[in-house]
């Protein structure tokens, strides 16, 4: 690997207590440019284990782009990400689909397989990547589906479902792979305002009941100050202020985060 | 111009062989060009370009010249390189060939239009490369191509007269001999036409309730 020296290059980009757990994702130096446009300009920093990290700011500020990077559906020009130790880019596959294994996403358009049962699409990777015996995913899909309270829609076909119910399909389908990190990219943007509710608090349910990282993309300010450990304020492929919910809800120290926050709430 | 039922009674014997030779046409043909079909659009995909070029000028040339020159080239020319086989045999290959690299590009369309979302969905579950193909993203492409398939099959149908030329007995074939025989002409080309019309319409009507299944 790289540098080994624990020390941010940006030091508002972490918190205090950085040294605490050890590191479980960490960007360096990340660079992420689309054409002449500069999404991503030089990013470094670095996520705990078991923490839940808000990323907000403006439309095309690159928050989304992280979690892309993250999930390896795109590449960064320059930098390194580091996810539990393992190097993503560049990394040969088979190292790849080691660090992928750790990682789940949902994402805004929820992304189901049309062609799949409900079921289905929760037992299909566990069944296909991990292994799992398939009544052993059954069963364990049946569970999430419970959990995430659509246990009488196993057959259903996710075009028949509700936006807030597909969205609910596919967080239990991003569950079922026991990720450590689970990435959220706006996942209530495409939903009628009324079933928004209903997955904010199956993600809080989520956030509260077990260890996984987390990393969310949200435009959801009162979501974000619930589950937060730490936030931060994206603006223009920068970290411009991060700190607690509190901090950067009550008290922001930067003009741009006051008006941003101001803007939205 | 009378119409003589009784030639038409004469001719129908020679008529239920020509009807078997011709679907058999279709039906080969049509499994041939979807299978084709598919393993060109899917090398056309391939990451190096000394596969796709290869695959691309080939089925460029095949799709830009006339199935009747294919038939004349497969049939008289193969046997001059020692390469021998049954004239609906080779009809059907050349029928299969020709169609694929139009259902080559039915399929591209097909994949083209899956949402990338789908793609992204399969990486970050980790499925493998292949399994994203035949489970995630093929079902979808085919449901999609359906109707456009159904469209080449009726038209594989329309273009098994020019099976004639290379002696295959289709129901062209079989009319064309017994007007020759006969004398009479109109009773076989009308009873074949007749056939033509039916056999377009059921496959029509097939191919939309198996649309309207797949749509659902």
């Known amino acids: 690997m790289s540098a080994d020296t624990p020390l941010m290059k940006e030091p508002d980009a972490s918190t205090g207590t950085a040294l605490a757990g050890g590191e479980l994702i960490r960007l360096e130096g990340v660079t992420k440019r689309f054409g ?147 990435l959220l990219d706006e996942v209530t943007s495409a939903l009628d305002p009324e079933l928004v509710a209903g997955v904010l608090d199956l993600l809080r349910d989520i956030a509260r009941s077990t260890d996984i990282t987390m990393l969310c993309v949200t435009h959801e300010m009162g979501f974000a100050r619930d589950i937060s450990d730490q936030v931060l304020m994206f603006d223009a492929g920068r970290v411009i202020e991060s700190g607690s919910p509190e901090k950067i809800f009550g008290d922001p120290e930067q003009e741009r985060t006051r008006e941003f926050i101001s803007a939205v709430l | 111009m009378k119409w003589d039922w009784n030639a038409v009674s004469d001719f129908m014997p020679d008529f239920w062989k020509g009807l078997l030779v011709t679907l058999q046409a279709v039906a080969l043909g049509s499994l041939l060009s979807f299978s084709l079909g598919l393993v060109w659009t899917l090398l056309m995909r391939a990451p190096t370009r000394w596969v796709r070029w290869p695959v691309g000028v080939v089925t460029e040339f095949v799709r830009n010249t006339p199935l009747l020159v294919q038939l004349f080239f497969l049939f008289y020319v193969l046997p001059e390189w020692g390469l021998t086989f049954s004239a609906l045999a080779t009809g059907v290959f050349a029928i299969g060939l020709h169609y694929s690299t139009y259902t080559m590009q039915v399929y591209r369309a097909g994949i083209e239009a899956v949402p990338a979302g789908q793609w992204e969905a399969a990486t970050a579950l980790n499925l493998p490369r292949g399994r994203t193909w035949t489970a995630v993203i093929l079902p979808q492409a085919i449901r999609r191509v359906v109707p456009a398939l159904g469209n080449y099959v009726i038209s594989m149908l329309k273009d098994t007269p020019m099976l004639m030329v290379i002696t295959v007995l289709e129901m062209l074939g079989h009319a064309r001999l017994f007007s020759q025989e006969h004398f009479q002409f109109t009773e076989p080309l009308t009873v074949i036409g007749v056939a033509f019309v039916l056999i377009s319409y059921l496959a029509s009507l097939l191919l939309r309730a198996l649309e309207r299944r797949l749509v659902r």
């Open chain 1, 36 to 182: 002449t446009n500069t999404v991503l300009d030089d990013l470094n920093f670095s996520v705990e284990p078991g923490k839940h990290v808000t990323l907000i700011g403006p439309s095309g500020s690159g928050k989304t782009t992280i979690l892309r990077l993250l999930m390896t559906l795109a590449k960064p020009d320059e930098g390194t990400i580091t996810v539990d130790g393992q190097r993503l880019f560049p990394a040969p596959e088979k190292q790849v689909r080691e660090v992928r294994k750790k990682i789940g996403m949902v994402f805004q358009q929820f992304n189901l397989f049309p062609n799949m049962s409900v079921l289905r699409n929760i037992t299909e990777a566990p069944v296909r990547v991990l292994g799992l015996p398939k009544d052993e995913a059954e069963a364990r899909a049946r569970e999430l589906l419970d959990l995430v309270g659509l246990a009488d829609k196993c057959d259903a076909k996710p075009t028949r479902l509700s936006g807030g119910q597909q969205q609910r399909v596919a967080i239990a389908r991003a569950l079922a792979m026991r990720p450590q990190v689970l």
